[in-house]
């Protein structure tokens, strides 16, 4: 009887320290003991700060009933387009006629080399002509350049060989710069080159003096003063 007493007392012991065990060990957490109750801790709210709960406002998203603040360069974008669009138009030069563009075009000190190359042609070629004359000369050449048919350069084209009768030795003649007429041509070179007045030959490749008839198969555009202008 008294080990009998012994054993149940031992068994006791044993299953006791297993369930101090099995309680204190997360791995073997039980259900029960996830249930088991917990002590509530009573918290003073006066003592509770609350200064981290304030919500940084600058992160938040801008409100719409408030008027958007835009820099003053951003605002000056607009009226600077404008501007540029008004001085673009004030440049571009008014006249009644073809005579009076030419009075008005500014004469620059110095010509680059295809400008150059396009009033020289212009002077030699028909200084004689009338202004329309001039221009339908001019636009020949420009045609030619941006004709696959021919060099693609103003220069290239008026010197190419044997086309324009004034050129010898692949070099212009001296031209007398101080003349009304080197004036004018250039002015009608510039003005040919920016399209800033209407061509009477339009599309027009060749020309030819009035007074001889080569019998070109070509198609016949336009005779202006003593020129007869093809394509």
Known sequence: MTNILRAASLAAVLMTAAGTFIATDPG??????????????????????HSG??????????????PIQISDETADAPSAI??????????????????ELVLKMPIPD???????????????????????GQLAVGRVVLNRAASPR??????????QRSQFSFVRGGKMPRINTASNSWRNAVAIAQIARNEL???????ALFFHAARVS??????????????IFYR
């Open 28 to 49: 073997f957490a039980s259900e029960s003991a996830t249930q088991a109750t917990i002590p509530t801790l009573q918290i003073d709210r006066a003592m509770v700060d």
């Open 53 to 66: 709960d304030a919500i940084d406002k600058s992160l938040r998203a801008p409100d719409s009933s408030l």
């Open 82 to 99: 404008e501007d540029a669009i008004a001085d673009a138009d004030s440049a571009r030069i008014e006249a009644a006629t073809l005579g």
């Open 110 to 132: 110095t010509l680059d080399a295809e400008t150059q190359c396009l009033a020289g042609t212009i002077y030699f070629e028909s200084k004689g002509e009338t202004l329309s």
């Open 150 to 159: 021919f060099p693609n350069s103003i220069c290239g084209v008026v010197y």
């Open 197 to 203: 007045w209407k061509n009477d030959a339009k599309g």
């Open 214 to 227: 080569p019998h070109w198969r070509l198609t016949r555009i336009a005779q202006i003063d003593n020129h």
